[in-house]
């Protein structure tokens, strides 16, 4: 058995009350567990957290995770606000074998607590982003320091796309899930295609020549599929109140859902699970970079048996498509696959399933993943 410390945000500003996002968090701690590791999960906070941010990290970790096992510290201090106190959690870390940072941190130096953890770990979330920003400063205040790197981007490094790497050199590993908390096979409640997202969030970017934007102005580029496909397409969306896009959207036909419907892991589980399939699109920094880059979100939906088309990133190039799963590049495309996982809905959904055990079985993939890093597997020792 190793000791493993996981840092990602499950509360912060940035992410509070976004159930999607903690579902991804919970199922990576969960199956690093089956795996037979002592996992210790810390989130470090630049300010202290409010009452709502407190409150909601003690319940998802009371429900989903283990309290004794997650702390929320204070960043600059190192203290906790909440959880393990920072006695224990510097305890753990001593003996810790590795230390595995789900995302992009923003910084070069190590967590307090967690200077003499090695190896390092990086799971990369955002490539594009991370990689471009990363240019027009020093890599290391963007990933940080590590010793191992993956990224969610299966392109990154390859020919399949020009992203820069910063001469790190990445390793492609797709989003885990937790299988057994995913049930094909439920009722259909919403019989329509349906994703989660926010409207405007990351801002633009430059590359080679062209400029990458949100989600907006990618699904600008499908605006006219509700009225094309005749399907009813529904997005659970962050976008502000008065945001013109409101009216824009519902004349295409596209149908709005409060994103507070999904505001828990247990909501969003509903929701997928309760979808027909998915539609969507992905942000610019995606698309435009051919990163290969797939979504926690898609791969929920595939393991809860509801077939998934979004729009191409380049994961087609090493993912098969067309049967559970379907990447479009415009609106006739995304409007045939419609059609298509309409006109033999079981056969599709069965696929999604499967392609969620061959591809994001958590287990699986993070098992390789400690591996390639060096770390122990239980009862190697």
């Known amino acids: 058995m190793a000791r493993l410390v996981v840092v990602e945000d499950l509360v912060g500003p940035s992410v509070l009350g976004r159930g999607g996002h903690a579902m991804h968090v919970l199922q990576a701690l969960e199956g690093l567990r089956r795996l037979g590791h002592d996992v210790l999960f810390l989130e470090f906070l630049d300010e202290p957290p409010d009452s709502a941010a407190l409150g909601s990290f003690r319940t998802l970790t009371s429900e989903w995770w283990d309290p004794r096992r997650a702390a929320l510290i204070d960043a600059a201090s190192g203290q906790s606000h909440a959880g393990a106190e920072a006695g224990a959690v510097g305890s753990f870390a001593a003996s810790a074998h590795a230390v595995i940072s789900l995302a992009a941190n923003y910084r070069r130096e190590p967590w307090p607590l967690l200077e003499d953890v090695r190896p390092r770990i990086l799971v990369e979330q955002d490539p594009g982003y991370t990689h471009l920003w990363a240019l027009e400063d020093d890599p290391r205040d963007v990933f940080g320091v590590h010793d191992v790197y993956f990224t969610v981007g299966a392109n990154v490094g390859t020919p399949r796309s020009s992203l820069p790497t910063s001469g790190i050199a990445w390793q492609p590993l797709w989003p885990p899930v937790v299988l057994d908390w995913w049930t094909p096979g439920q009722p259909v409640q919403r019989d329509r295609f349906t994703t989660v997202g926010a409207w405007r969030d990351y801002g633009y970017l430059e590359f080679e020549g062209q400029v990458l934007g949100p989600k907006v102005d990618e699904f600008e580029r499908f605006i006219d599929l509700p009225g094309r496909s005749g399907e009813q397409l529904e997005l659970a969306l962050a976008i502000d109140e008065d945001d013109p896009d409101r009216e824009r959207l519902a004349e295409h036909g596209w149908l709005l859902e409060d994103p507070a419907i999904v505001d828990t892991p247990a909501r969003y589980r509903s929701y997928i699970e309760g979808s027909l399939g998915e539609f ?98 239980p009862g190697s020792e």
Request: aromatic residues 10%.
């Open 280 to 377: 969507s699109c992905a942000k610019g920094g995606y698309v435009g970079t051919r990163s290969g880059w797939f979504s926690d979100r898609s791969a929920c939906y595939l393991a809860a048996g509801r077939p998934v088309i979004v729009q191409t990133t380049g994961f087609e190039d090493v993912m098969p498509t067309g049967k559970g799963v379907f990447a479009a590049h415009d609106v006739e495309e995304a409007a045939a696959a419609l059609a298509e996982v309409r006109s033999d809905y079981p056969r599709h959904s069965r696929a999604a399933r499967a392609l969620a055990r061959e591809f994001f079985d958590g287990e699986q993939l993070l098992a390789a993943m400690l591996a390639e890093a060096g770390v122990p597997a």
